[in-house]
């Protein structure tokens, strides 16, 4: 596609309920990347996938956190039990899979547990 | 280490020249980032430094010292649109993850 599509942009979900967050990167981007961002905060790093295997889950912040990505493309990111600290813009990003290429964001999914 | 520190706000006045830094710790990291980030939209691509000197890019320049892990936005003639975070954002050498400093707001008053 022209660029990272997210969905869903918007998502309220009631405390200890499992969502899931979809990302669909920019076609022959090889590299993606999922970020979050509290409010008022900086990018917090939870995950990166090159292909479909996942060379750095350091970010991730707990177990209740999973991601995967399929053919290459697609990757949803899954978290179980959410809390209300979970709440934040969760970014998606994806790039050609070199060290230096440029890292191009979706708008986001906005979560709010409540 | 992996630390990027940056300042958390800053001010200037439109027309003016404002000066960004951002130091991060030398091992392991393949040049820098700048990305602009308006508020509730996602951080968009300004720039990429990964050897030395300073790029300039209409009226926004960056500046890179691998030697002193120090780099600087430099924004000329600045617009009101200039109001925004600032996020520097160091990759990692040998694999592809990004690393972000927690970002400098910039308010841009008339």
């Known amino acids: 596609g022209a660029g990272v599509s997210q969905s869903p942009s918007n998502k309220v979900t009631e405390k200890g309920k499992d969502v899931e967050l979809r990302c669909d990167p920019i076609?022959?981007?090889?590299?993606l990347y999922w970020y979050r961002q509290s409010l008022g905060q900086g990018l917090e790093f939870l995950i990166y996938?090159?292909?479909?295997?996942?060379?750095?889950k350091s970010g991730l912040p707990s177990d209740r956190f999973s991601a995967e990505r399929t053919g290459g493309s697609v990757s949803t990111l899954t978290i179980q039990r959410t809390q209300q600290e979970d709440s934040a813009v969760y970014l998606c990003?994806?790039?050609?899979?070199?060290?230096?290429?440029?890292?191009?964001f979706g708008e986001g999914s906005w979560l709010t547990v409540v | 280490g992996q630390n990027i520190d940056q300042p958390t706000e800053m001010t200037a006045t439109e027309g003016a020249i404002v000066q960004i830094n951002c130091t991060y710790q030398?091992?392991?990291?393949?040049?820098l980032f700048w990305y602009q980030q308006h508020a509730g939209e996602a951080p968009t691509f300004l720039s990429y430094?990964?050897?030395?000197g300073l790029e300039e890019k209409g009226r926004f320049s960056s500046f890179l010292s691998r030697s002193k892990g120090y780099s600087y936005l430099l924004l000329k003639e600045l617009q009101m649109k200039d109001s925004a975070s600032y996020l520097c954002?160091?990759?990692?050498?040998?694999?592809?993850?990004?690393?972000f400093g927690t970002g400098t707001r910039l308010t841009i008053i008339p």
């Open positions: 076609s022959g981007h090889t590299a």
């Open positions: 430094n990964v050897l030395d």
């Open positions: 996938f090159q292909g479909n295997s996942a060379p750095d």
């Open positions: 030398t091992s392991g990291f393949n040049g």
């Open positions: 954002a160091a990759p990692h050498f040998g694999n592809e993850k990004l690393t």
């Open positions: 990003a994806s790039s050609l899979g070199t060290s230096g290429n440029t890292i191009y």
